[in-house]
Structures are given as structure tokens and as C-alpha cells.
């Protein structure tokens, strides 16, 4: 069975930085893992989920893609080999605390790559939490 599942969350003082991990296991992801879009989402207390950064590979490359509230903060980086992303980001913010979620889809598309629905699959979230 396929899923995804994150790690690395916890506690971070402000100015901080954290990385996340999103592991993707099952027979579908481990043949297939370098064609799907990849993506980081995340959700605060009492508010809808928001994305955060996304990668994916076309003609041109592996291209990145980030939310304007963590772009030149956030690096997403994609290691094919190990079927793995991750979500690096630095001077966090107390409105960083959120609980950030993985997300994969086989057909991605960068016109609606910010819409939850395009992905098929998700991971079970983890809590990051920036306070002093």
C-alpha cells in the first residue's frame, strides 16, 4: 500500500529553522516516485490548509515552486533516490506554527498546484510549533 509519511516537527523558537522529511513507500511510489508532483501543504489552528511549496519534473527539469509567505525562507528539496522530499525553512515565524502535511499527485498541474484536490495522496501531518 502506498502512503507518505512525514517526520521531523516539534518545537522551534522563532528565528528558528526546522526540516521536514516525507518518506513515500508502497510498490506504486517506489516505481514511480520521480513522476509525481510532490508537495508541502499546512494547516493552522481554526484555519483551512494552505500550500506551501511543490515540486515536479517536465521537459525543463525539476522545477520548485513556493508560497509567497515562505518564499526565501523555505527550500524544498527532492532526493528521487530515496523516494524522499524535504521541507527546509528558516526564520520561522510564530505564524509558521502549523501542522504540515505531504502531499503527491501523478498529474500535476501548475495552474492549480496551490488546490489540495490535485493530489491523490497525503501524509498523516506533522506538528510544527515556533515559540519561545
Known amino acids: 500500500q502506498d502512503q507518505l509519511v512525514e517526520s521531523g516537527g516539534g518545537l522551534v523558537q522563532p528565528l528558528g529553522s526546522m526540516s521536514l522529511s516525507c518518506a513515500a513507500s508502497?510498490?506504486?511510489?517506489?516505481?514511480?516516485?520521480?513522476?509525481?508532483?510532490m508537495a508541502w501543504f499546512r494547516q493552522a489552528p481554526g484555519k483551512e490548509r494552505q500550500f506551501v511549496a511543490a515540486?515536479?519534473?517536465?521537459?525543463?527539469?525539476?522545477?520548485?515552486y513556493y508560497a509567497p509567505s515562505v518564499e526565501g525562507r523555505a527550500t524544498l528539496v527532492r532526493d528521487n533516490a530515496k523516494n524522499t522530499v524535504y521541507l527546509r525553512m528558516n526564520s520561522l515565524k510564530p505564524e509558521d506554527t502549523a501542522v504540515y502535511y505531504c502531499?503527491?499527485?501523478?498529474?500535476?498541474?501548475?495552474?492549480?498546484?496551490?488546490?489540495?484536490?490535485?493530489?491523490?495522496?497525503w501524509g498523516q501531518g506533522t506538528q510544527v510549533t515556533v515559540s519561545s
Open positions: 502531499a503527491a499527485t501523478r498529474n500535476f498541474k501548475i495552474a492549480s498546484m496551490t488546490w489540495e484536490t490535485d493530489y491523490d495522496s
Open positions: 508502497g510498490p506504486t511510489f517506489s516505481a514511480n516516485f520521480r513522476t509525481y508532483g
Open positions: 515540486s515536479n519534473s517536465d521537459w525543463r527539469g525539476e522545477r520548485t
